[in-house]
């Protein structure tokens, strides 16, 4: 079996192989870090609201990572598309850290699935960016999603630098694991995915599990992948003042018991599977009724834009409307506070690369009871900090629930052992083996052109 390391140690509950001992050598103190990089995010604006349209846990991946890459004195300029009139072509997101808007395809309306043939338009944006500087200005190019990475392949190639890649999603693992009335995947995704994998320097996996994925599915070279935990900011997502605090702010009973879902709502995520299990909790159990609340903080995306009013239909179905509680998408700092006053997290997901949302929540002091598939495993530490569900039966969600409805200081217990858990996700962290990442990256494209010109 092979050997594989993690840039960022082992994980309770991850696969054991590991990345080969030769790339941990790479990563050799004294090497040149960059001092510049492009950041490609092709179809989703780092400056986006999460939980809107196709903003999520990976918009959060690069502003995070982007701020803290800059605190450790590499720049970061993120190259996105414009989706609305009359923006800036830079924005400041924060010192060291720049947003530049590129002018591909039409503002609004445009799918993410048609995005494709756009990529013509957003690469010549992004050489036009690069033209106006002068030669050697960007060290590196880390490019987010299967969009993005066929722009940073050009853009790699034609400024003689890296190119570093993060998948964050994979089609054909996505595929593999498809929610009832989901679309699968195209073909074009799978070749093209398959092609960057093939032209990236290094591929950033945030588990051992999705570094296995990229081996098994795509043929990645097990030398070229780093593993590399994402973040939590914890300076938000903290417990704060309490969940009672929290509660007051809300408007929220102080004696409920309140199971929440946060983040898009499309059939990947899997929200009615929480709705099922509130439906066969009551069914048990009448008399929690006057006792529970079940908030569903989010908005359509993906396939769910088809059916936006499919999951308040679903809860009318079940008899539950009266206490589920449909919320828009908020920002960071109340999400966080979301987070807090619920008694439990649901994460019933059927697909996650890592699944942010979980360790979010963890930090602010709340378990999780979340579905063990992709890296969610390592996100939530099943037994201690939440319980993992193999598969997306309602009534095994229900089970869960009722040990948080019948034991209330379960709550507390495992509240405490979650925000514990979620300290060693930290962002300063994923910059940091990031930043090695992308040290190794520089390293080995050096050696190569220089053997190529000995």
Known sequence: MTQYVSRLGTSRGAPRRRFPAGLAG????????????????????????PGTGDAGGMNVYIVELARRLAAINIEVEIFTRSTTGGLPAAVELAPGVLVRHVDAGPYEGLAKEELPAQLCAFTHGVMQAWAGQRPGYYDLVHSHYWLSGHVGWLAAQRWGVPLVHAMHTMAKVKNAALAEGDTPE?????IGETQIVDAADRLIANTAGEADELVRFYDADPRSVAVVH????????????????????????????????????????????????VAVLLDRDPALRSRIVVPVVGGPSGSGLAKPEGLQKLASRLGIADVVRFHPPVGQDELADWFRAASVLVMPSHSESF????????????PVV??????????????VSGFLIPGHDPAAYAQALERFAAAPELVDRMGEAAAEHAQRFGWDTAAA??????????????????????
């Open 26 to 49: 790479s990563f050799t103190a004294g090497h040149r870090r960059p001092r510049r990089i492009a950041m490609l995010s092709v179809h989703t604006s780092p400056l986006h609201q």
């Open 186 to 190: 195209p073909a074009a995704r799978v």
């Open 230 to 277: 994402p973040g939590v900011n914890l300076d938000r997502f903290r417990p704060a003042d309490g969940r009672a605090a929290a509660r007051a702010r809300l408007g929220l009973p102080q004696d409920a018991l309140i199971p929440l879902f946060a983040g898009r709502i499309q059939p990947l995520k899997a929200p009615d599977v929480l709705l099922r299990a």
């Open 355 to 366: 699944g942010l949302v979980a360790v979010e929540a963890q930090a602010a002091g709340t």
């Open 370 to 383: 979340a579905a063990s598939v992709g890296g969610l495993p390592v996100a939530v530490r099943d037994g």
């Open 433 to 454: 083996g990031t930043a090695e990442v992308y040290t190794a990256a520089v390293q080995g494209h050096r050696r190569r052109t220089r053997t190529r010109h000995a």
